[in-house]
């Protein structure tokens, strides 16, 4: 068998792709050019490769001479390096380094012969200064002329031995980065591949290209820079998005002219099949019940167990009645203690219906869902948002006991079959069903192939427009390669939160209108050449507005005042009264547009107290939209963010045009609570 030893550093890396879990796969093209004909097995050893990613090979492939050139085996291992005594890997040489110690050898016997040969001059010239040489031959006038070609002579030697010293330093730099190169090869480089190629039958290959894929650690990060300029102090609504990525690879090889490619997926893809449809098989568990024929009513009202009166939560949110926190009640067709239609049969002919009770809500007297389970009924009321709430204390003994106390902790619910049983026998009581164990799909299987498909389907990729080059650093290098500059539009607003800060923020929105789909990561900001803001993608979805602060607008303020007061007691409620204003102060000479100013109003997870917006007016009555507040001011909820808007309380100005000078706003809300009951004020 035919053997070719090659050193990978010597041929090119065509290309590079790094993945999301910190491995990179590389790929290297070795050209082939046979003297003769080959007519039996050839190996080619490969050497100087890195240390592989754990638990991965090597794939090789012949992309040019396919058609006549068979790869009937590879494999790799360690190299065939040894080492010293003490465990160091011997320094190894190449054509370079030697190249390198021949150009140094070469001027520093220049350096030395040019030193020589003015030393042999500068002796003849100090015998002739000592009368020992050309005694009374020599005119004066020549040796004047004497003198002055020596002068001469010295200058362009000492200009030659400065060059000298310089050429010498830069190769002996030449030869320290070779032989780090070579030592780090010699460390790093620690793999051997193996590729036998076989002739086809019949065939002649004179030339060929070997392809081998391997896959290392490496790291990659996207980082954005946005670049804002400004015209005459306002922003320009045309940006730059400078896209780049944070790359490591301390492989001991430099990725030269590669195609670099970043990419979300994952380097390892499990196999995904089309599922396998078993057969299912009911089976009976527990004895099966039957009712006597006489006592089942004519048309009984049957309610399936998911829908009995201990499981109403179980149904979904579009199944239940919800209400407005601030009065208005989204759903309500039915009212407390009003009769109940029967619900539409459903797929096994059962009749479904809902039972209502009305609660007290957040903001006011509102219809909500009732269910009950073991004897207690439980009123659904929203989670508690990171808006300001009011906390009662010290905390009330709030009934949470059945409605019908003689019940005894169950409660009589109608079966499948219309005849009543208690609750908390009605699992024991009732057939039901399930699959054979042995027919039963593979569940985790069937998760696992989902989560790869769904992993595929949003995967993101995306290759430099030029080739790059990446040399191999130390643990902690970092490159920062550019990978594309957008050009987007932009919008601009000033913001305020007053009750948290007096300043008013310039606030940059982009709706990213480009063929890239932003990978998660930190946008750095930055305004006039200035770094002012960070912030970070968390979602790659392409539709998603990036949003980012532009800093402080000096030339605007608030202020911001919080009053209180309280009515008369009525029907045992006691009713507090609170009011902020909000003073917006604009010093620029014209009026500014796109001025947000944000508040928010308390709630209270306890019913027994309700929380009542007065002013602006109109804003409690809407979910969605704006209403008038003043000339060329709207008050809306506020929904940026993961904010929920009218559910957690939160709501903004935003005023299309502030004049020079100061404008106030006003909000104005009602605490009602039972007389005794304290509770704490944000």
């Given at each position: 068998?035919?053997?070719?030893?090659?050193?990978?550093?010597?041929?090119?890396?065509?290309?590079?792709?790094?993945?999301?879990?910190?491995?990179?796969?590389?790929?290297?093209?070795?050209?082939?050019?046979?003297?003769?004909?080959?007519?039996?097995?050839?190996?080619?050893?490969?050497?100087?490769?890195?240390?592989?990613?754990?638990?991965?090979?090597?794939?090789?492939?012949?992309?040019?001479?396919?058609?006549?050139?068979?790869?009937?085996?590879?494999?790799?291992?360690?190299?065939?390096?040894?080492?010293?005594?003490?465990?160091?890997?011997?320094?190894?040489?190449?054509?370079?380094?030697?190249?390198?110690?021949?150009?140094?050898?070469?001027?520093?016997?220049?350096?030395?012969?040019?030193?020589?040969?003015?030393?042999?001059?500068?002796?003849?010239?100090?015998?002739?200064?000592?009368?020992?040489?050309?005694?009374?031959?020599?005119?004066?006038?020549?040796?004047?002329?004497?003198?002055?070609?020596?002068?001469?002579?010295?200058?362009?030697?000492?200009?030659?031995?400065?060059?000298?010293?310089?050429?010498?330093?830069?190769?002996?730099?030449?030869?320290?980065?070779e032989v780090q190169r070579l030592f780090l090869e010699s460390c790093a480089l620690v793999t051997k591949a193996t590729v036998i190629l076989a002739p086809v039958s019949g065939r002649t290959a004179t030339v060929a290209e070997l392809e081998l894929k391997y896959k290392v650690d490496a790291t990659w990060k996207p980082v954005y820079e946005l670049h804002v300029t400004t015209i005459d102090g306002v922003p320009s609504s045309s940006v730059v998005l400078t896209y780049r990525c944070q790359i490591s690879q301390s492989t001991g090889e430099n990725w030269d002219d590669v195609e670099l490619?970043?990419?979300?997926?994952?380097?390892?893809?499990?196999?995904?099949?089309?599922?396998?449809?078993?057969?299912m098989e009911l089976k009976q568990q527990g004895g099966f019940w039957k009712p006597d024929p006489c006592d089942l009513p004519l048309r009984p009202k049957n309610f399936p167990f998911w829908n009995a009166t201990g499981n109403a939560h179980i149904l979904s949110s579009t199944q239940q009645d919800r209400r407005s926190i601030f009065g208005n009640t989204q759903s309500a067709p039915h009212q407390a203690g009003a009769t109940q239609e029967p619900a539409a049969d459903n797929v096994f002919g059962f009749l479904q219906g809902q039972p209502t009770v009305t609660t007290q809500g957040f903001f006011t007297s509102t219809p909500a869902q009732s269910s009950t389970l073991a004897g207690q009924t439980f009123s659904h009321f929203p989670a508690q948002s990171q808006a300001s709430s009011l906390t009662t204390a010290p905390p009330s003994q709030y009934s949470l006991s059945a409605r019908n106390p003689s019940s005894g902790g169950s409660s009589a619910t109608e079966n499948t079959f219309g005849s009543k049983q208690s609750t908390s026998n009605l699992q024991q009581s009732q057939p039901s069903t399930s699959l054979s164990a042995s027919a039963q799909p593979s569940k985790l299987q069937h998760q696992r192939e989902r989560i790869v498909l769904a992993e595929l389907d949003k995967a993101v990729t995306h290759t430099t427009t030029a080739k790059v080059f990446i040399p191999s650093r130390a643990v902690g290098g970092t490159?920062?390669?550019?990978?594309?500059?957008?050009?987007?539009?932009?919008?601009?607003?000033?913001?305020?939160?007053?009750?948290?800060?007096?300043?008013?923020?310039?606030?940059?929105?982009?709706?990213?209108?480009?063929?890239?789909?932003?990978?998660?990561?930190?946008?750095?900001?930055?305004?006039?050449g200035k770094h002012v803001s960070d912030m970070d993608i968390t979602s790659i979805n392409q539709s998603q507005p990036i949003q980012c602060s532009l800093g402080i607008d000096p030339a605007m303020a608030t202020q911001f005042n919080r009053t209180t007061g309280s009515l008369p007691d009525f029907n045992g409620k006691a009713t507090k009264t609170y009011t902020i204003t909000a003073t917006l102060n604009n010093t620029h000479r014209d009026p500014v547009s796109n001025v947000i100013v944000r508040t928010s109003l308390p709630f209270s997870a306890d019913p027994r107290i309700t929380v009542t917006l007065q002013e602006a007016g109109g804003l409690a009555d809407i979910n969605s939209g704006t209403v008038r507040v003043g000339d060329g001011c709207y008050a809306r909820w506020s929904t940026t963010g993961d904010h929920a808007g009218k559910n957690d309380g939160l709501f903004e100005w935003v005023c299309s045009s502030v004049k020079p000078g100061s404008q106030v706003l006003k909000a104005v809300w009602h605490v009602t609570a039972p007389c005794g009951l304290s509770f704490t004020e944000p």
């Open positions: 068998m035919n053997v070719i030893n090659l050193s990978a550093t010597d041929f090119p890396i065509k290309s590079v792709r790094i993945f999301s879990s910190d491995v990179a796969e590389v790929t290297r093209i070795f050209p082939l050019n046979f003297t003769q004909s080959l007519n039996g097995s050839l190996a080619i050893n490969i050497s100087n490769l890195p240390l592989l990613h754990r638990q991965s090979g090597i794939w090789a492939s012949v992309i040019v001479g396919s058609d006549d050139l068979l790869v009937v085996d590879y494999y790799h291992g360690p190299s065939d390096y040894k080492s010293d005594p003490f465990g160091h890997r011997h320094e190894t040489s190449s054509d370079v380094l030697r190249d390198l110690q021949a150009e140094s050898t070469r001027l520093q016997d220049e350096r030395q012969l040019r030193q020589q040969s003015f030393a042999f001059l500068s002796t003849y010239m100090n015998s002739l200064a000592a009368g020992n040489a050309l005694a009374g031959v020599a005119e004066p006038a020549q040796l004047v002329t004497l003198f002055d070609e020596f002068i001469d002579i010295g200058k362009s030697r000492s200009e030659v031995i400065a060059v000298l010293d310089q050429q010498i330093k830069d190769v002996k730099k030449e030869i320290d980065e490619a970043v990419t979300t997926a994952e380097p390892y893809i499990h196999s995904v099949g089309v599922p396998e449809l078993k057969k490159h920062h390669i550019l990978m594309a500059t957008i050009p987007l539009k932009a919008s601009f607003t000033r913001v305020a939160v007053p009750s948290v800060n007096s300043h008013v923020f310039w606030t940059c929105e982009i709706s990213n209108t480009s063929n890239y789909a932003l990978t998660p990561g930190t946008i750095h900001t930055y305004l006039d």
